[in-house]
């Protein structure tokens, strides 16, 4: 099939999906109760899948979604054909507006904004500003850098690599632009191919960021979780949902032991196999021909000219909010009552669940993340000894930085609300209610937030899109109470929006990765897919379909990690005796390198 016709597959493709879904939609609407919800009420968020699709727009799409929506909301009320569009348009703004503030009535009132979405709002413009002054300070770079006193050999490098990744836990983004550049020269002397190095760091980008109990991601995700729990009536706040899902996210975890394996083993196979062995046997860390990727952005990564590199600039700040937020978690949820009972109450993870139950997150989110910001800002004048006339110009950076993810909150809750007014989730659930099982919907949920995910590019995008139409399904499903398969519905689609995040080579962080990382951008994707693509075969059918019949998520989890191990082992006991990435070298230093 040539080019020309290839560009013209997936627009017409999601076309006759979208046609099908709505003629679909359409005549199981006919057959509902006069009282039930609307057959389009499923049209707002198709469009946004759709558009996503075929223009790869994120804003276009939620936009267009909202838009349809506010027509569809008032078109149950008989408008006429003249004054449709005004009134589509006019509900179309208090949608958006309502998910900050109560526009039913216009009197301005205190009591009237939506503090809980304002102040998820205020904790996302507080941390990216901290994160560009660690940046700026040098903070992050010295982490990264006193790991690397651990890389002495192949495999150790990979480890340290990786456990770089993790360190830097609380932003994909920052983690791609500290890990790939810093690391680099290290990889380059162990001969270590770029295409490897960009995995890598790309696999301990998003697949981290996103089960951090504290990161730039948590805001948004507990944000989206929050809202639905509250349009479907499930009394626990976002963060306790965040937290019930993080054992059945199964990708995740999967991703991450699968990255030890592989590291320890120094065993690939696939493309990545034969990047290692041009790596390892030629020396040549990139293939003949291939395009390195550069970005004018990444100079605004940079530490300033003049700033002491110290790795304790960016660990006390990313201490102290952990500890201002667990802090005040604790006493604000009772610890002292707990201490005073029982000395070691603060061990006892019943304890602290009890904590998160009766504690409003969100405001605690955002009062840690203004301390941690302030003492970034202390530190990178009396320790770093930054000119305090640079520090301007970091926050505003980290200000920029926080426009995306709160503009595409705003919209996401919008699109929310509007699914909220047509009924989305209470038509879809009466549509599958005994039709489809409870036991296979959340692994198809994964499935369904993977392709999306892959296919735009954004896990923002796919929460935005999927959390509010699958978590009132499984809702429902689970009998209209918050059950197993509503838990484990919320982790597929946080892990499937996660994995085209990780891979997709539309997403900005698999770019970045790319960038900076030094590596051909296509090589990346070709070599890292087939590994994404296990992990994620793993997450569904030894993670997500055993987890609905009732199996441990824990047992889920260690045989996902087991069968990782044992194709690593079977790699290593075939090609024990040649090849590049054999035990050997994977133990001896090697300093030769060149990029071909």
């Given at each position: 099939m040539d080019k020309g016709n290839r560009g013209y597959l997936l627009p017409a493709a999601t076309a006759a999906v979208a046609l099908v879904i709505g003629i679909a939609a359409y005549l199981a609407g006919r057959y509902q109760p006069p009282d039930a919800p609307p057959w389009y009420s499923v049209v707002p968020p198709l469009l946004a899948v759709s558009l996503a699709l075929v223009t790869n727009r994120l804003f276009?799409?939620?936009?267009?979604?909202?838009?349809?929506?506010?027509?569809l909301t008032v078109l149950g009320d008989g408008p006429g054909v003249l004054s449709l569009p005004v009134l589509g348009v006019v509900q179309s703004l208090k949608v958006v507006a309502g998910t900050v503030y109560d526009v039913e009535q216009?009197?301005?009132?205190?009591?009237?904004?939506?503090?809980t979405n304002l102040q998820i709002l205020l904790f996302i413009v507080l941390i990216m500003p901290m994160i560009s002054v660690m940046l700026t300070s040098g903070g992050l770079q010295g982490?990264?850098?006193?790991?690397?006193?651990?890389a002495r050999s192949v495999r150790s490098t990979k480890l340290v690599t990786m456990a770089s990744g993790l360190v830097i836990f609380i932003d994909d983004y920052a983690n791609t632009m500290i890990?790939?550049?810093?690391?680099?020269?290290?990889?380059?002397?162990?001969r270590i191919s770029r295409e490897k190095l960009a995995f890598l760091v790309d696999a301990t980008a998003a697949p981290v960021a996103g089960i951090a109990l504290v990161s730039t991601w948590i805001g948004y995700e507990v944000g989206l979780l929050g809202d639905v729990a509250g349009s479907v009536g499930i009394d626990k706040g976002g963060y306790e949902l965040f937290l019930d899902a993080l054992g059945f996210r199964f990708y995740c975890f999967g991703m991450i032991a699968f990255v030890f394996f592989n590291c320890y083993s120094d065993r690939d196979f696939g493309p990545m196999a034969a990047a290692e062995r041009r790596a390892r046997k030629h020396g040549k860390l990139l293939a003949d021909g291939a395009r390195v990727m550069t970005s004018d952005s990444m100079t605004s990564a940079q530490p300033h000219p003049t700033a002491r590199i110290y790795a304790s600039v960016a660990i006390v700040p990313m201490v102290v909010l952990l500890a201002v937020f667990l802090g005040r978690l604790w006493f604000d949820g009772g610890g002292g009552y707990f201490l005073a009972g029982d000395p070691a109450a603060v061990f006892r993870?019943?304890?602290w669940r009890a904590a998160c139950t009766t504690v409003d997150s969100i405001p605690l989110l955002a009062h840690a993340s203004a301390v941690a910001l302030l003492v970034s800002v202390v530190l990178a004048v009396t320790v770093a000894r930054v000119p305090a006339s640079s520090l301007p110009k970091a926050l505003a950076v980290g200000l920029k930085g926080a426009m995306l993810p709160v503009s595409v909150l705003i919209l996401a809750w919008s699109l929310t609300g509007t699914c909220k007014e047509l009924q989305t989730g209470n038509f879809l659930a009466g549509v599958l209610e005994g039709v489809l099982s409870p036991l296979v919907f959340p692994g198809l949920v994964f499935v369904v937030a993977a392709l999306t995910s892959f296919a735009t590019g954004t896990s923002f995008g796919t929460m935005a899109i999927l959390i509010p139409i699958a978590v009132p399904v499984a809702f429902r499903l689970d009998g209209s109470a918050y059950?197993?398969?509503?838990?484990?519905?919320?982790?597929?689609?946080?892990?499937?929006?996660?994995?085209?995040?990780?891979?997709s080579p539309i997403s900005d962080t698999t770019i970045m990765s790319s960038?900076?990382?030094s590596c051909d951008h296509l090589?990346?994707?070709?070599t890292q897919m087939p590994y994404s693509l296990v992990v994620a075969a793993l997450a569904l059918c030894v993670g997500y379909l055993p987890a609905a019949l009732g199996w441990s998520k824990w047992l889920c989890h260690l045989m996902a990690a087991a069968l990782a191990g044992l194709l690593f082992l079977a790699l290593w006991v075939s090609r024990r005796e040649g090849g590049a990435t054999t035990a050997d070298t994977a133990d001896r230093p090697c300093t030769s390198s060149r990029t071909g």
């Open positions: 276009l799409s939620l936009i267009a979604a909202v838009l349809v929506g506010g027509f216009f009197e301005l009132a205190p009591d009237r904004f939506n503090v982490v990264a850098q006193w790991l690397v006193r651990l890990v790939g550049p810093t690391l680099r020269p290290v990889t380059d002397r162990q993870p019943s304890r059950g197993l398969v509503t838990m484990i519905s919320i982790g597929a689609v946080l892990d499937g929006a996660i994995f085209g995040d990780h891979c960038t900076a990382s090589a990346h994707v070709r």
